[in-house]
Structures are given as structure tokens and as C-alpha cells.
């Protein structure tokens, strides 16, 4: 099969990750016209994690919310926008297979975490 180029949709980008292809489309996550390096705490990244754990939820206005913080997040700094995009990565591989998007918390987090990718990109 012939590989081929182009732009990919939020939901592209999910099926090669849950088909292994992960590391040769993180790298073009991961490579952006972003600012400079900056060095970061440990502690500085507590609000990804709080915004990460809100994608879960039944609340739509809550996931909005989670969302669009995500994405102000991604855009401090290189090293934000790598570790964001590094756990969207993981929330989006699907571990115990696609059994697992059977769950109503565990799709709200997949197809949110899918979005802000496709958004990351697009706004590339």
C-alpha cells in the first residue's frame, strides 16, 4: 500500500494511534512553530491533570469547559503543548481494545480528548 499525505481529521489521527502508528504522527504533534523551551515544575502542569479528569464527565458544559482550557494550555509553552498532547496521545489509545469506548465516560473522554487533537492540529 502507498503511503499517502494529506490533512488529517480528529478521527484520522485516532485510528492510527489505536493502530500503532503512534510515533510518526506524535512527532508532527510534537514538532510546532511554537515559543522557546521553557523550564517547567512538576507543579505547574496540576491544572492539565484537573482539565484531563473533566473530559469523564456527563456534563457537557463541563467538557466544553476542559476542553478549551486544554487548548489555552497547549498554548503557554513548547513543553505544555508536548505534555498535552502527549496524554491526549495516551487517553486516546485504547488499552483493553474498542470494547473499552463502551462505557459512557470512558467515549465522552476519548471523542474530547480526539477533538482537541484535531483542534491542536488545525490550529497549526
Not at 13 to 40: D, E, M, R, W, Y
Not at 103 to 109: A, N, Q, V
Amino acid at each position: 500500500m502507498k503511503p499517502r499525505t494529506g490533512i488529517l481529521s480528529a478521527g484520522a489521527v485516532a485510528i492510527i494511534v489505536v493502530t500503532g502508528v503512534q510515533h510518526s504522527i506524535s512527532s508532527k504533534f510534537l514538532s510546532p512553530n511554537a515559543p522557546q523551551l521553557v523550564s517547567q515544575s512538576q507543579g505547574d502542569f496540576s491544572d492539565l491533570t484537573r482539565q484531563l479528569r473533566k473530559l469523564r464527565s456527563s456534563d457537557d458544559l463541563e467538557r466544553e469547559s476542559a476542553k478549551t482550557e486544554l487548548i489555552n494550555i497547549s498554548t503557554k509553552s513548547t513543553i505544555h503543548r508536548q505534555r498535552v498532547i502527549t496524554q491526549l496521545l495516551e487517553l486516546i489509545a485504547l488499552s483493553r481494545g474498542p470494547d473499552e469506548l463502551m462505557r459512557p465516560t470512558r467515549f465522552f473522554e476519548w471523542k474530547a480528548a480526539v477533538e482537541i487533537l484535531g483542534q491542536i492540529v488545525d490550529v497549526e
